[in-house]
């Protein structure tokens, strides 16, 4: 996936950016998160109108 949320947050970043998927705008937010000695990624993309 070359998308660059994805990319931070694989690299334990976390943050907001827009983002464009199949001619979309997106707008991003990602975080690394720690359940059960796991890092887990929760990526939240919201359709960015106007």
Same mark, same amino acid.
């Given at each position: 996936?070359?998308?660059?949320?994805?990319?931070? &947050?694989? /690299?334990?970043? $976390?943050?907001? #950016? #827009? &983002?464009?998927?199949? $001619? #979309?705008?997106?707008?991003?937010? *990602?975080?690394?998160? &720690?359940?059960? /000695?796991? #890092?887990? $990624?929760?990526?939240?993309?919201?359709?960015? *109108?106007?």
């Amino acid at each position: 996936m070359n998308l660059i949320s994805f990319k931070n &947050e694989k /690299s334990g970043k $976390g943050g907001n #950016t #827009t &983002e464009v998927l199949n $001619g #979309t705008k997106f707008i991003v937010s *990602y975080a690394p998160v &720690e359940i059960l /000695s796991k #890092t887990w $990624g929760v990526i939240l993309a919201m359709v960015k *109108y106007g």
